[in-house]
C-alpha cells in the first residue's frame, strides 16, 4: 500500500506564488508516476501535470509556463511550483502516486487566489 500526503497550500494574491509538496510512503516502487491534479467547486477533477519517475514531464495547457513540476527519488516527494497565480486556480489540489501495483490519491490542499 502506498500513502500520500500533500501540503503547501493556502491563499495567496493574483500574480502571487505557492509550492507545494507531496510525499508519498510505503510500497513504492522505483517506476512510478507522480502528478497533481485539482478540483475547483463544481467542476470535475483536472489534470495539472504529472511526472515520472524519469522525470519526463507533461502540463495542462492552462499551467504550461507558470507552473514546474519536480520530485526527488530519494525522498519520494514531489513539488508543485506555481507562478503567476491566477483566481481561476482556485482549486482543491490532490496528489496521485502510480505504480504497477498502486494508485493512491492524497487527501488535497485548499488553493485560493484572491486579493
Known amino acids: 500500500q502506498v500513502h500520500v500526503v500533500e501540503s503547501g497550500g493556502g491563499l495567496v494574491q493574483p500574480g502571487g506564488s505557492l509550492r507545494l509538496s507531496c510525499a508519498a510512503s510505503?510500497?513504492?516502487?522505483?517506476?512510478?508516476?507522480m502528478g497533481w491534479y485539482r478540483q475547483a467547486p463544481g467542476k470535475q477533477r483536472e489534470l495539472v501535470a504529472i511526472i515520472t519517475s524519469g522525470k519526463d514531464t507533461n502540463y495542462a495547457d492552462s499551467v504550461k509556463g507558470r507552473f514546474t513540476i519536480s520530485r526527488d527519488n530519494a525522498k519520494n516527494t514531489v513539488y508543485l511550483q506555481m507562478n503567476g497565480l491566477k483566481p481561476e486556480d482556485t482549486a482543491v489540489y490532490y496528489c496521485k502516486f502510480t505504480s504497477a501495483f498502486y494508485t493512491s490519491w492524497g487527501q488535497g490542499t485548499q488553493v485560493t487566489v484572491s486579493s
Open positions: 510505503g510500497s513504492i516502487l522505483s517506476s512510478n508516476v
